[in-house]
């Protein structure tokens, strides 16, 4: 029932900005967190921002000063503004949650379906 959805990828040349949305449908009793990840090719999935239950939000070193996350809680969607965008930056980003559905017994694990960012030189 409940679902990632993903939008806002695209190209983008070098330098350039692109922001990221996810959104959660579906009937949710309580998120614990959300964050984003990246996976590029040949490399393994990484951690590229998080944001906690609180609020407090971490990123990877790679994008610190350049990304930000933020969510709309009322909306259920986390968002993702990628700024300065370099070639590294290519990758399929996919948002994840770990929450509670309003029918679950167990927090659990979500992953939209993955939006793809490439940053051309």
């Known amino acids: 029932q409940v679902q990632l959805v993903e939008s806002g990828g695209g190209l983008v040349q070098a330098g350039g900005s692109l922001r990221l949305s996810c959104a959660a449908s579906g009937s949710i009793f309580s998120i614990n967190n959300q964050g984003w990840y990246r996976q590029a090719p040949g490399k393994q999935r990484e951690l590229v921002a998080h944001?906690?239950?609180?609020?407090?939000?971490t990123y990877a070193d790679s994008v610190e000063g350049r990304f930000t996350i933020s969510r709309d809680s009322s909306k259920n969607t986390v968002y993702l503004q990628m700024n300065t965008l370099k070639p590294e930056d290519t990758a399929v980003y996919y948002c994840?949650?770990?929450?509670?559905?309003?029918?679950?017994?167990?927090?659990?694990?979500?992953w939209g379906q993955g939006t793809q960012v490439t940053v051309s030189s």
């Open positions: 994840h949650a770990f929450l509670k559905s309003a029918s679950g017994s167990a927090f659990l694990n979500y």
């Open positions: 944001i906690s239950r609180g609020g407090s939000t």
